[in-house]
């Protein structure tokens, strides 16, 4: 029920907003880098009117702000989505 690309899952065109970010680690050991991708395509390719971003931090995993927060990569992530916030 909460997964936007199942089957009868609502039309993405559909989205409310007019902006998204989607992010991304792409070491992901749990396949949310796979699925954040698919989702970033999908709603590319529905028709929805806002402007949808991707940002990946190709040589991360899972969360990986989160374990050392003051890494180059933690603090380049914290600049996109607040750099995205401010436009």
């Known amino acids: 029920m ?3 690309l199942a089957s009868g899952a609502p039309s993405l ?3 409310g907003g007019s902006r998204l970010l989607i992010t991304a680690a792409g070491k992901d ?5 796979d699925r954040s991708e698919r989702y970033y395509e999908a709603v590319k390719e529905s ?6 971003e991707f ?16 890494s180059e ?12 916030l401010r436009r």
Do not use: C, Q
Not at 74 to 83: E, G, H, M, P
């Open 2 to 4: 909460l997964n936007p």
């Open 29 to 33: 050991h749990l396949f949310f880098r």
């Open 55 to 70: 940002f990946e931090e190709k040589d991360e995993d899972h969360v990986y702000y989160m374990y050392d927060p003051n």
């Open 47 to 52: 028709g929805w009117k806002g402007e949808v």
């Open 73 to 84: 990569n933690s603090k380049r992530l914290i600049k996109v989505v607040v750099d995205f």
């Open 13 to 15: 065109a559909t989205l």
